[in-house]
């Protein structure tokens, strides 16, 4: 049987504080899902970091001084002028290094904690590179597109984390994205990150000094092989799905929550528009709950609705 539910979120909010006898039956159900689910995979999009104030960098706005975002994020790209991508990126890190998580991370990690001590598994798939839901506690997160702050040495393929600012002098007030010839002139390779890995351990003061990447998912590459196959093991297990905040067109992520409900998977959609997901899988007879607003006719961030979903307290 599937459950349509589309309204505000304040009316969200309303059915699950009031004292109606009677709240949402479609946000109800799904959390009566989760109280009995052992296995708990949660999957994230764009949307969840947006309501932080991180850009997409996608579509219209996509821009970065003359460059299409998507263009600077590709092998070739570096091969080609691994400054100017390392100038994109630092402009990125320092953009969500100003952020924080918001109450939707939050209540994800608090509900990581208590399924946890409940010796239950809570596992969150985001394809966002921001690392917010780390910053907010979630420990069990399987990073499909990799992560801003971390680097990999195209030399030995060491990756670490990377918390400088800037991550190399050379960097220092450079990612404007306003382009001044002046300011912003080509940086030599010599001048960018490196790798200060040993070589081995009889050899400890001597380095791989191979030029380090952002460790993230470039257009025209594979996602890495041994976080797919956590997601498999974690899909495999899973008895409950909630999807936040996806476009529902980016693959194989997209195609997650749809393999898991045509297996009898409850799976939660919140989302402030209609996705692929939502067409397709709202009229097949499969456990699909839409738990939506509309975001131009509802004041409170569409977020909360995570919170009141993996709440721990009971609905009156």
């Given at each position: 049987m599937v459950v349509?539910?589309?309204?505000?979120?304040?009316?969200?909010?309303?059915?699950?504080?009031?004292?109606?006898?009677?709240?949402?039956?479609?946000?109800?159900?799904?959390?009566?899902?989760?109280?009995?689910?052992?296995?708990v995979l949660v999957i994230t999009g764009a949307g969840m970091s947006a309501e932080s104030g991180v850009p997409t960098f996608r579509g219209a706005g996509g821009l970065w001084r003359n460059y299409n975002a998507q263009d600077l994020a590709t092998p070739y790209a570096f091969y080609d002028d691994p400054g100017l991508v390392w100038e994109f990126y630092h402009y990125r890190r320092e953009l969500v290094r100003k952020t924080r998580p918001n109450s939707g991370h939050l209540a994800l990690a608090d509900a990581e904690?208590?399924?946890?001590?409940?010796?239950?598994?809570?596992?969150?798939?985001?394809?966002?590179?921001?690392?917010?839901?780390?910053?907010?506690?979630?420990?069990?997160?399987?990073e499909l597109h990799g992560n801003l702050f971390k680097t990999r040495c195209i030399k030995c393929s060491d990756v670490r984390v990377n918390l400088d600012s800037p991550i190399c002098p050379a960097l220092?007030?450079?990612?404007?994205?306003f382009f001044d010839p002046q300011l912003h002139g080509h940086i030599p390779e010599e001048q960018l990150p490196h790798c200060h890995k040993p070589i081995s351990e009889k050899h400890p003061d001597s380095l791989c000094n191979g030029l380090?990447?952002?460790?993230?998912?470039?257009?025209?590459?594979?996602?890495?092989?041994?976080?797919?196959?956590?997601?498999?093991?974690?899909?495999?297990?899973?008895?409950?799905?909630?999807?936040?905040?996806?476009?529902?067109?980016?693959?194989?992520?997209?195609?997650?929550a749809q393999d898991l409900a045509a297996r009898g998977v409850p799976v939660a959609e919140v989302n402030v528009e209609v996705t692929p997901a939502t067409k397709s899988l709202g009229r097949a007879n499969i456990p699909w709950y839409e738990i939506s607003r509309k975001r131009k006719t509802c004041p409170v961030h569409w977020c909360f609705c995570v919170q009141v979903v993996v709440a721990d307290r009971t609905i009156p």
């Open positions: 349509v539910y589309q309204r505000s979120l304040f009316k969200i909010m309303k059915s699950v504080f009031s004292g109606s006898k009677r709240p949402s039956s479609n946000l109800c159900s799904f959390k009566d899902v989760l109280s009995k689910a052992r296995n904690k208590r399924f946890n001590a409940d010796r239950r598994s809570f596992t969150v798939v985001t394809q966002n590179v921001d690392g917010l839901h780390g910053q907010a506690g979630s420990v069990n997160v399987l220092a007030n450079r990612g404007s994205p380090l990447r952002p460790h993230v998912v470039w257009f025209g590459e594979s996602l890495d092989t041994d976080v797919l196959r956590r997601v498999g093991i974690a899909m495999t297990s899973a008895d409950a799905c909630l999807v936040v905040g996806t476009s529902a067109v980016v693959y194989p992520a997209a195609g997650f």
